[in-house]
């Protein structure tokens, strides 16, 4: 099969935001206790994170850090976290049916996204709580000192304030399954005034709205209505949610799911903007689209509920494929395209669930294919985002319908002109031409791909570079032309 590509410098969309590569790490099963932190690891490090995550979430080239939830915010008691460890109080943690032994908290995470060289970004619990303890968590993390709080945070070490910018006002309130769980009306009036009071500490401060938890929900667009009437001059972003899967072993459809983020950024623009007219405002509100990834949600809803409250217990631990990973891809390739405003992403999680790292309890860590992509899209893309005109095969699919083969993206930075590329056909190469006159005389330098003869393919602790990105040579420079295997993720550096 065959596709063309025409790129130019003049197609820009958007910068390249470095908070589309943000990530999240929630209190949930291993994300943090075996993930981030576990005291006697043999990399841990004298705060107990572990050395070799934090390799990782290095060479990952996460931007930022959602923190600590989720769904578990919406029950938690930043207070619980913070002081003498032995103090700390241990909770249920209702969302995950879990203990929490708040042997990290605010602090700690702070102190770990220092040494990963991330950004923090908190939320709130407008589940169980509501503007007065997001205030207070406000004073504790940003207020430098001279305040309870403030003093309270140096007191338990941090002289200098955290200096968190980007808050979230709450999470998924729209789901029934969140504690504390509101309808839009309710939940707008308490973002709103969470927000006005949160800026009369610091007007600065970046806020992020709930929006639905998903496009499926079914409030999904008048639930980000009437969030952003009653909100619309107090925030800075509208948050979305989505996760993906294979469905009753419709690959095609899978490797299509992009076309449902598309349908869902455009309608929750479209959303924002027509608040936008109503309400006079000359604001535009971005998407924080910070919690997406490929996540086997089906099989967790088949599980009986556990019966005990067990701390940290192995959830949410999906093994990802080539697929899955080439999907991860194609989902980057679409918030990249909408950079203009989508301007902050975070892959749900980082570490054990749902992730790009896999740790074992005091043993080995590895990559999952799905790191991959996001590491070379976060390495590679820089400067501006480019418009690629495409002309595609097309193949048909019983979720979205007609859907292109080829799905790109470009970007044109100190990196160079990069091209993201995904083949979503299950069986057939394409033969991409490149039309890139108009960038001058410029050769293929590079191309890598994620690709192999099983879709189904996976790393583990015994194998971890079973799937990961390899020279591709099948290329060459006058026409410009390379061939991208089926199911597969590409990045083509041009010089
Ligand atoms: O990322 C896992 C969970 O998915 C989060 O806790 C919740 O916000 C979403 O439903």
Redesign the pocket.
């Known amino acids: 099969l065959q596709a063309q590509l025409t790129l130019d410098p003049a197609f820009r969309v958007a910068p390249v935001h470095r908070r589309t590569f943000g990530a999240?790490v929630?209190h949930?099963g291993r994300c943090v206790y075996t993930g981030i932190y576990e005291p006697g690891h043999p990399t841990a490090d004298e705060d107990g994170f572990r050395g070799d995550v934090l390799a990782l979430a290095r060479e990952l080239g996460v931007t930022t850090i959602r923190y600590p939830?989720?769904?578990?915010v919406s029950g938690y008691r930043w207070e619980d976290g913070v002081g003498p460890v032995e103090r700390r109080p241990r909770r249920l943690d209702l969302?995950w049916h879990s203990t929490e032994p708040n042997e990290v908290g605010v602090d700690e995470f702070v102190r770990w996204t220092a040494k990963a060289g991330v950004e923090p970004m908190m939320a709130v619990n407008l589940g169980t709580r509501g503007v007065q303890e997001a205030l207070d968590l406000l004073e504790y993390c940003n207020v430098p000192s001279g305040t309870t709080l403030s003093d309270l945070r140096v007191a338990n070490g941090a002289k200098e304030p955290h200096g968190v910018r980007m808050w979230c006002l709450g999470?998924?309130m729209d789901?029934p399954?969140q504690v504390g769980h509101k309808t839009a009306r309710e939940y707008g009036r308490l973002a709103a005034e969470t927000a006005r009071a949160m800026r009369m500490i610091d007007p600065g401060l970046e806020l992020v709205a709930c929006g639905s938890?998903g496009a499926s929900m079914p409030t999904f667009g008048a639930w980000e209505a009437t969030v952003l009437e009653e909100t619309y001059d107090l925030v800075d972003f509208i948050s979305c949610?989505a996760?993906y899967e294979e469905k009753a072993g419709d690959l095609a459809s899978f490797l299509a799911s992009a076309a449902d983020m598309e349908h869902y950024i455009s309608s929750v623009v479209a959303t924002a903007d027509h608040v936008r007219a109503r309400t006079g405002s000359r604001k535009r509100i971005n998407l924080s689209f910070d919690?997406w990834n490929v996540?086997y949600m089906s099989r967790v809803q088949a599980q009986q509920p556990t019966v005990d409250w067990p701390v940290a217990p192995p959830l949410?631990e999906d093994h990802y494929h080539l697929a899955d990973a080439v999907v991860v891809g194609s989902l980057l390739i679409t918030l990249l395209r909408h950079s203009d405003r989508v301007t902050a992403a975070s892959l749900?999680?980082l570490v054990n669930?749902?992730a790009p790292i896999m740790t074992e309890p005091g043993g080995r860590v590895w990559r999952q294919t799905t790191f991959h992509p996001f590491a070379q899209a976060a390495r590679y893309a820089s400067g501006e985002v480019l418009r690629v005109e495409s002309l595609s095969p097309v193949h048909e699919t019983a979720a979205y319908g007609e859907v292109p083969l080829l799905h790109t993206v470009a970007t044109r930075g100190d990196e160079g002109t990069v091209l993201f590329a995904v083949n979503r056909s299950v069986e057939e190469s394409l033969e991409l031409e490149i039309d890139a006159r108009a960038l001058g005389d410029v050769r293929i330098a590079e191309v890598s791909t994620l690709g192999g003869a099983d879709p189904y393919a996976r790393n583990t602790a015994d194998d971890p570079t079973r799937v990961t990105p390899r020279p591709n040579t099948d290329h060459r420079s006058d026409p410009l032309r390379v061939v991208l295997p089926p199911v597969s993720w590409n990045v083509i550096r041009l010089t």
């Open positions: 999240f929630e949930l939830g989720g769904n578990f969302a999470n998924e789901g399954w938890s949610h996760y919690e996540w949410l749900a999680q669930v749902i």
